[in-house]
């Protein structure tokens, strides 16, 4: 079983090169590289691998081109295409009982924030109301534990809750408060990611190796959708508790792997990338603990927070790189910068983790016949 993940050529030793991602401190792999430099096409590499190793993938894909051999392609938007909704509103029973509906609430409003821009301390006081509302509509409150179980509300009905009380006024808050909130819930609501009777959940999505393309999503819709899956996962799997210290094997060691390709579309979301709280900051340091492997590309460094740095992933330069980032990062993996510089081909980068041995200089690129 050691999963063993085919990265490419060595150029130097003239030789294949293996990442082992459970010889590694973690399963994080940061891959970085300026547009056309190969990232996508890494990615699709690496899940085929991990995927013939039979440990599940789930990928987001927000630009619609990361299908790969092993993947199962849904489209998550509206018209008659689309085959798969999420909703951000879902409760995790597990989750709940840790944190409680109140916490639960104020992350949802973290993320809606974070997905149509910032809101105004009274529009979130506002919205935090209709959501507790409309929870509170399907019989779901922070002081009744079985009522977690039940169907939660969705965005299209806090929107129409919201409509409501603009009509009817709400003690405490002014009318343009109430419009505004209802103004960017609505933005979400009518998005189709969130109204589709097929809501994914985690244990068929790691079925089927799911590749959630959300290309044609609104931006907005983009982030919320995101950040709802990778907490749906996280919750889930931490609900199953932590893996085995130590190991037997990379099977027990590797639940699933995430795959978040232009992942800056999650971390620049209106903030700053290092925000604790952030759900990609949250699986770079706890995901490894409940078998969480992780796999984030992106164009430059800086659009990964502190957190996910300073944990040491495993990390995929792509060459062909802009003058200021080479600069900035061949210092963080040992190289002359001239080196990430140089004109090659696409496909061409360096790799540094402790499985290759510290540092090589990689050509992914296959040959006609090896393909
Ligand atoms: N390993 C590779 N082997 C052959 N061609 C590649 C390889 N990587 C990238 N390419 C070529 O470069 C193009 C851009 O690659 P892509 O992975 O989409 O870049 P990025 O995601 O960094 O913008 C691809 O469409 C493909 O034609
Ligand atoms: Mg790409």
Redesign the pocket.
């Known amino acids: 079983m050691p999963l063993e993940v085919s990265m ?1 050529f060595d150029v130097q030793a003239e030789e294949p090169v293996i990442w082992r991602p459970g010889r590694e401190n973690n399963g994080i792999m940061l891959v970085t ?10 990615l699709k ?1 690496i899940i085929a691998s991990i995927a013939r190793h039979g440990i599940p993938v789930i990928a987001v894909d927000f630009h619609g ?1 990361l299908a790969a051999p092993g993947l199962t392609d849904v489209l998550v938007s509206g018209g008659v295409y689309g085959q798969a909704g999420v909703n951000p509103l879902s409760l995790e029973p597990a989750g709940i009982a840790r944190v409680g509906l109140c916490s639960k609430i104020d992350r949802e409003l973290a993320r809606i924030n974070r997905a149509v821009g910032r809101l105004g301390y009274k529009q979130k006081a506002c919205l935090s109301l209709a959501l507790t509302h409309a929870y509170w509509m399907r019989g779901i409150t922070a002081e009744d534990r079985s009522s977690w179980a039940l169907a939660p509300p969705t965005l299209g009905e806090v929107s129409e809750l919201l409509l409501a009380g603009i009509r009817e006024g709400v003690e405490g808050f002014q009318r343009n408060t109430l419009e505004a909130c209802h103004q960017k819930v609505r933005v979400l609501a009518e998005s189709p990611a969130f109204n589709h009777p097929n809501g994914l959940n985690v244990e068929v999505m790691k079925a089927n190796n799911m590749r959630l393309d959300f290309s044609t999503l609104s931006r907005p819709a983009q982030v919320l959708a995101a950040e709802t899956v990778l907490e749906m996962v996280y919750e889930a799997e931490r609900a199953r508790g932590s893996i085995p210290v130590p190991c037997s094997s990379d099977a027990e060691r590797f639940r699933l792997f995430l795959v978040v ?1 232009e992942a800056k579309i999650l971390t620049l979301g209106r903030g700053d990338a290092s925000r604790a709280d952030h759900i990609v900051n949250i699986l770079a340091t706890e995901g490894r603990k409940f078998g969480i492997g992780l796999i984030l ?1 992106s164009q430059v460094a800086d659009h990964f927070g502190d957190d996910v740095h300073a944990i040491r992933p495993t990390r995929l330069v ?1 060459k062909n790189m802009g003058q200021r980032e080479a600069k900035r990062v061949a210092p963080t993996i040992g190289v002359p910068a001239s080196l990430l510089e140089a004109e090659a ?3 061409s980068a360096m790799l540094r983790s402790n499985s290759v041995g510290g540092l090589v200089e990689l050509e ?3 040959e006609a016949g090896e393909a």
């Open positions: 490419g590289g300026a547009s056309g430099s190969g990232k996508t096409e890494a590499t081109d390709d590309a792509m081909e696409p496909g992914m690129r296959m």
